[in-house]
């Protein structure tokens, strides 16, 4: 019971809004922010350039 209310009062606070730096990146597509490609300002991530990439001319070579 006191944990509950040791709980209760601590104010937890959201984290700061980012500026610089790889979490400020964000995936057009889906939203995520782990892999973001932000060359040539696509900020796409690379699980969504390997969906889309084909549509956007880029050629896939092996």
Known sequence: MEYLKILS???IKQPKERKFGKGVARC???GTSVGVIRKYKLYLCRRC???VAPLMGFK???
């Open 9 to 11: 009062m601590a104010k």
């Open 28 to 30: 057009k597509r889906c």
């Open 49 to 51: 350039i390997n969906e």
């Open 60 to 62: 896939v070579y092996n």
